[in-house]
DNA sequence: TTGAAAGCGCTAACAG
DNA sequence: CTGTTAGCGCTTTCAA
């Protein structure tokens, strides 16, 4: 009887037996490191396809201090914005042969003494960490370490040299007030931020105030809202604006997901878009052009820097080199919202 | 000089040396394996954050034969759905303090012999394998090893004894058809299906099939269009389904983001919703309550369900035991796109 | 081109 | 309550 019981994996050993080889020989063909005679390689391959034999995990990254694994940090798991940046991520992971762990944030847990690194040296060989997800110390930490790190759509703190995927927020929204104010008309643009922390939020905004220069409109506090780049804070946001008394033609959300939420304050308090109120977001995801009207919006590559932000860390694995800035362009989307006839 | 080298990891020997005891003390206070005394074990959590020591995880998994981490296979990340979904099984996941790994299954790959097993006994203790995205062979494989799974949204092949969770599919369905035809008096429902494989698709069909036998109403397959969860597939099959010619009042699409599809057609062919055609849908994700009309639709629990999988498997994993079947209760909801007021 | 053997950093008996 | 020690299944020198 073989030395593989039913329900108990075979391991390298038994491939070797096997193939008549040793378990060294196994292991280079496995990984494709040194010279193995093609002979030798089909009959390791044959005994591998035969004992359905998959590589221990753990003990390869063990034994190789590599974990084959690269790990995605986030806050949660929400809005629109999420699912297209997932897929990017996931794409680029598998073509690379990692593997991907992921782990969210947004809740604290419980208060005893813990191993408190959910993700880093211990369990990946880099990480993408996306947005505010983890603090600045934790990064530094990290950074000391020297362990490879890609943030996504925020900088690094201080200036600490950790690549960063991002878009081109602020020509976008630049572009996009521009067109507002040139080709629709509209000068009494309010801005619906999204979270105070982020980056993407903060150089919309300023792509926005830098149309608003530009056209020698001046730059009015009274026309700013707080959201959270979701729907519910939209909403609320653009409800407490309208209160406020404070007229306005077009309202310029920093993304999509709270330009829905926008929408339909908008319509609850009868305004028409876009005949009484311009709208338009940033973003373009997916429920955008189905909205009633069309959404105008800037589209960013979510999926792409996704992917990008893959390339750049396996890149700083496997070569400890990565570039310093990646920033996508954008493209500007123009839909019946913003009073487009089309 | 401390043998903690700046860009080196502590280990469990620096931990135990720093505490004054051996890494076997350091092991059951991290594990909570075995009596320590309390003193000890404050020191040794001293020690530990100290050093911001994190347990190396390969080293863990090779010793104790657990990874501490689930699977989840996928065919591709996309649609509404997907979302929270994996809320609910990243949720589950921490809660359970097990790391999560994502595979995605759609896209072949090259030829050359490799390693075939993303995701297996090799790399975790249990895997949730969603839909179709692993075939019945490598199921009935890691069935035959006794490694831990649990199906979403999917029975097991065979009658192979593989917990499963999803949702009350045939039931909801059936509710939402008997509310059509009891109080809105549409009888000529056409039904918009998933893709051809689907478990969920093919229960709202029965669903519906049921509802209009107990009304009376012979099933017509000219009233079938075939679509595939998603809002392409959808808008495609019912402009077929236009001009086919076979009148019909309303249709039920077997999933909401294939409505959304069903919607642009309906109004590209200059169909008012509900007035002239009334539509209904499934799931009840986000974008339903805002799509115009607001969707009608039965909501399917998506983030319990994930988050029930994970419950499931971890059950399995820990105590060889799961529930065998688990489907989780729909409820309807009633928006104006099937005709109601509000 | 191949094999022998020394760990990788932990856990889990076993002993005390 | 605590320490000693034998592996877990691989990769990787080092020799041959």
Redesign the interface.
């Known amino acids: 009887m073989s030395k593989i019981s ?2 108990s ?1 075979a391991t390298i050993d038994d491939v070797a037996e096997r193939a008549g080889v040793s378990i060294a020989t196994v292991s280079r063909v ?1 990984n494709k490191t040194g010279q193995v005679a093609e002979a030798t390689t089909i009959r390791v ?1 044959d005994a ?2 035969s004992l ?11 034994a190789s201090r590599r ?1 084959n ?1 690269i790990g995605l940090i986030l806050q ?5 914005f ?2 297209p940046m ?2 990017g991520i ?2 680029g992971t ?1 073509e690379y042969g990692f ?6 944030t947004h ?1 604290a847990g419980n208060d005893e ?1 813990r ?4 993700l ?4 990946s060989d880099g990480i993408i960490i996306f947005n505010e997800s983890l603090s600045p110390n934790e990064i530094r ?1 990290l950074y ?3 362990f490879p790190m890609v943030l996504l759509h925020r900088s690094p703190p201080d200036g600490l040299g950790i690549p960063y995927v991002g878009f081109e927020n602020k020509s976008g929204a630049r572009k996009l007030i521009d067109y507002l104010i040139d080709e629709r008309g509209y000068r009494r643009i309010a801005f619906l931020s999204g979270p105070s922390g982020s980056e993407d939020s903060h150089w919309r905004e300023m792509g926005y105030r830098e149309s608003l220069a530009a056209h020698n409109i001046e730059f009015n506090p009274d026309l700013l809202a707080m959201g959270g780049f979701n ?1 519910a804070q939209g909403q609320a946001a653009i409800s407490q604006l309208l209160k406020r008394g404070e007229p306005f033609d077009a309202v310029f959300a920093a993304d999509d997901d709270s330009a ?1 939420g926008a ?2 304050a908008l319509k609850e308090a009868g305004l028409r878009v876009p005949e009484d109120i311009a709208l338009v977001g940033f973003d373009d995801i ?2 955008s052009h ?3 009207p069309p959404l105008t919006t800037v589209r960013a590559p979510i999926e792409t820097a996704g992917r990008e932000a893959v390339r750049q860390l396996i890149s700083l694995i496997q070569t400890g080199k990565a570039e310093r800035e990646i920033l996508l362009p954008t493209e500007l989307i123009i839909r019946r919202s913003c009073g487009a006839s089309e």
Chains 1, 2 share one sequence.
């Open positions: 039913e329900n994996r496995i391959w591998i396809a359905d034999y998959s590589p221990h995990a753990a003990a390869r990254g063990l974990t694994t949660d798991i929400s809005g629109e999420f699912s997932l897929r996931e794409a598998r593997d991907l762990l992921i782990h969210c809740v003494p191993l408190s690194h959910p880093g040296e211990h369990n930490r000391r370490l020297q729907e829905i929408l339909s997916r429920p189905y909205l009633t």
